[in-house]
């Protein structure tokens, strides 16, 4: 009885049978791969050499149910990794939003089937798989899109044609739990505020989202939640992990509007204020608007929409192109009748934004003949080894279109690149470790032919550059060392007990040298140009503490701080815009020689329009000495800065933060600060445990030292014995109780 009212409940609210379920889109595409992923010559007369057209794949599985999230690839010789521009057509992300399903099956049945006619024309749908290698995910929320058609779960039929996110088990419970219609969904993550750029702005767990202007009476409630971490859902990483692995060129990213808040429009990175776009706005501006003229509204009247996104939330597309360079564009496909049941309206929806799909491939390809011809306007070449021959994996630059916010663009398989331009001059440069860079300007794209630059990287000599040591007095060979030298390609730690000898490429380093488990070796921080045979000798000091710890009572603020138990840039979760903002420690620092500062922290600031600095000022007021600078984001775990001026004299020690007038983010959290100097004589006596203070914890350690309880090699018996006779016993402690006591007759 029970499964008779299951079915007639599953009759009353299922949605058009022309929409597919998950398991019909399974079951179509392991068809076509029954039908087309062997066959070498499928239509012969279409598609002349084509070889196989049709490989299916598999590259993951969803967050709670563990379906399966497919991938098809179309492309002539399909079942062969070709240099060819590869583009993405990302169907479903949010599950209630279903034309993405059927734009993608309907584009893989428009290219599996050429002889159908179709609003677009043949020469279109043959040069879209012949010259690109063309990735189709029709659903990567396979588990959203079961609850907006309807699944028996145990016993129970459960559907919800509103549902918007996965079905990740937020409270842990093993229940699914939802309410029908829009929001209060308990469970789920929105998919598309999963990515780890700019994840921060999207919505909390359980956080009510409010419409839009256009329509401020619909309200989502929990319909974006971004999920506990970037990249928290299994679907999420597999689209991260296969984007990566292609290094797609173009893509999109089919959606539709429930709200109606952004109907009927396209989307690309970014606009999010209107002096600071993206550094390829340009490039990603000319072929938004040439897609959005392709697709005609609704209604017959006008056009969609083409706008930079404004939106920084965890999106796709954003990540999409600052962390792979695919441009990708998110089309809202529909009104706000996402899920019409007018079969016609369907229809006419699916074959009106396959148009601009279709010039987009044209555009990656570079095919500016047919009906959707696109212009070239593009650089390409191969990068190799000028004495080898060999390809290289090198980083391609096109300067006039660089922001340090994005990821190297690197040369893939083949050792190709591919930039899409548009009209006007640009340099290119081409750089890998271990070569010469190239670069080149005064380069002008053409909108009927590409520029081809095929480019020979000439090997870089290799130099030895070795290190030697002068070590302090009771120093130990079990207290090692770390060398850490960085250029643009590495960052390398080395262990080094004496001496080391590196085999470094011509170039600039920045190396730094401090003890392993410890400070009491004073680091010493400096830079390597290295154009020679080299051997360097330094000597090394060790360190007295000027200051420990964190303390609130230990600063003079200006501006939003907050110490606690680390300094916080702000005391809300970001920083304000347009400041400045410092803090002062609040005593004054001396030193015979060296002063470094070391911090343990972490930073989310605007690419290189905010500045967080950390500085020695001259105590009388004067300039600030050499001071060291973060930007940019480095939020994922606690990183050292090590900061040293070579300079005697009395110093203030001064943290600012410098903000431009928008785009803020989660600012500078600092958990350790220590500031060291060079001993005046061989070590800080009676500081045993390093925190610049004598006190009874350096006593009790002393104790322990004399009673052979602690190995006093090194360090320790270095700031134990305070008489300077090389034995460790109660008379040294004695003379650090007078040192704390002040009683001490240096006599």
């Known amino acids: 009885m029970k499964l008779i009212i299951i079915l007639l409940i599953s009759c009353l609210f299922s949605l058009p049978e022309r929409y597919h379920t998950f398991y019909e889109v399974e079951e179509q595409l392991l068809e076509w791969n029954d039908e087309f992923g062997n066959n070498q010559s499928p239509w012969p007369a279409q598609y002349p050499g084509s ?251 006008s056009t969609y929409l083409p706008s930079g996104s404004i939106s920084r939330r965890g999106n796709a597309h954003d990540w999409f192109y600052s962390q792979t360079g695919c441009i990708q564009y998110l089309i809202e496909a529909g009104t706000s009748n996402i899920q019409s049941s007018d079969e016609e309206i369907i229809e006419d929806t699916i074959d009106r934004n396959l148009i601009g799909a279709f010039h987009l491939i044209n555009r990656a390809s570079g095919n500016n003949v047919g009906q959707l011809g ?124 004496d001496a080391s000898t590196l085999s470094l490429y011509e170039g600039t380093y920045d190396f730094e040298i401090t003890s392993i488990d410890n400070n009491y070796i004073l680091p010493i921080k400096g830079q390597l140009n290295v154009n020679s045979n080299l051997i360097l000798n330094y000597d090394l000091n060790w360190s007295t503490v000027l200051y420990s710890g964190i303390s609130g009572t230990d600063w003079v603020f200006n501006g939003d701080w907050l110490i606690d138990d680390e300094i916080n840039s702000q005391s809300s979760s970001f920083y304000s815009n347009d400041n400045y903002q410092s803090l002062i420690l609040d005593s004054i620092l001396w030193s015979n020689g060296t002063l470094v500062s070391m911090l343990n922290l972490k930073y989310e600031l605007e690419w290189d329009n905010d500045l967080f600095n950390v500085a020695f000022v001259a105590s009388d007021g004067g300039a600030f000495y050499d001071s060291v600078s973060r930007t940019g984001h480095s939020y994922n775990e606690y990183s050292q800065l090590i900061h040293s001026i070579n300079n005697p004299g ?55 030292v004399a009673l052979n309880y602690i190995d006093f090699d090194g360090f320790i018996k270095c700031v134990s014995d305070m008489n300077n006779d090389d034995i460790i016993n109660i008379q040294d402690v004695i003379m650090l109780v007078f040192s704390i006591l002040g009683d001490l007759d240096e006599n």
């Open 650 to 704: 009395n110093f203030n020690f001064e943290l600012n933060l410098e903000t431009d007038v928008s785009l803020n983010y989660r600012g500078v959290k600092i958990k350790d600060l220590l500031i060291l100097t060079n001993s005046p004589n061989e070590c800080d006596r009676g500081d045993l445990n390093h925190d610049g203070l004598k006190n009874i914890n350096d006593i009790i350690i002393m104790i322990d």
């Open 374 to 497: 696109a212009d070239k306007y593009m650089i390409n070449g191969i990068v190799t080894d000028s004495i080898s021959g060999e390809t290289l994996n090198a980083e391609v630059k096109i300067l006039e279109m660089d922001g340090s916010m994005l990821k190297p663009r690197l040369t893939d398989s083949f050792g190709r690149y591919r930039r899409l331009l548009y009209p006007g001059t640009f340099t290119l440069e081409i750089s890998a470790e271990g070569y010469e860079t190239y670069i080149e300007s005064g380069i002008v794209p053409s909108a009927s032919s590409f520029v081809e630059r095929d480019v020979a990287l000439t090997p870089l000599d290799e130099f030895t550059v070795e290190f030697n040591f002068n070590y302090p007095d009771d120093y130990s060979v079990d207290e090692p060392l770390k060398l850490t030298y960085t250029d643009k390609w590495n960052k390398n730690e080395l262990t080094i007990t």
């Open 51 to 301: 070889g196989i057209i049709y490989s299916l794949h598999q590259i993951g599985l969803s967050q709670s149910d563990n379906l399966p999230i497919y991938a098809v690839k179309l492309s002539y010789n399909a079942d062969i990794d070709e240099d060819e521009p590869r583009v993405l057509i990302l169907g479903q992300c949010h599950a209630e939003e279903i034309y993405g399903v059927e734009i993608a099956m309907e584009l893989i049945d428009w290219l599996l089937h050429p002889n159908t006619s179709y609003p677009v024309g043949y020469l279109d749908r043959k040069l879209g798989i012949e010259n690109t290698e063309l990735w189709i995910i029709p659903t990567h929320n396979p588990e959203g899109l079961l609850t907006v058609h309807g699944d028996v779960i145990g016993s129970e039929w459960v559907q919800d044609e509103w549902y918007r996110k996965n079905k990740s088990d937020i409270n842990s419970n093993n229940v699914f739990d939802y309410v029908y219609g829009p929001g209060n969904d308990s469970d789920g993550v929105d998919l598309n505020r999963n990515y780890d750029f700019n994840w921060i702005f999207g919505d909390d767990e359980y956080e009510l989202d409010y419409g839009c202007s256009s329509n401020p009476s619909y309200i989502s409630n929990y319909d974006y939640y971004r999920g506990k971490h970037p990249f928290s859902e299994s679907e999420i990483q597999a689209i991260r992990d296969f984007a990566i692995e292609k290094q797609f060129l173009l893509s999109i990213a089919y959606h539709s509007s429930r709200s109606g808040c952004v109907s009927e429009k396209v989307i690309y990175p970014w606009k999010w204020t209107e002096d600071k776009p993206s550094p390829d706005f340009e490039v990603a501006d000319k072929l938004g608007r040439d897609i959005a003229a392709f697709i005609p509204t609704q209604d017959g009247i």
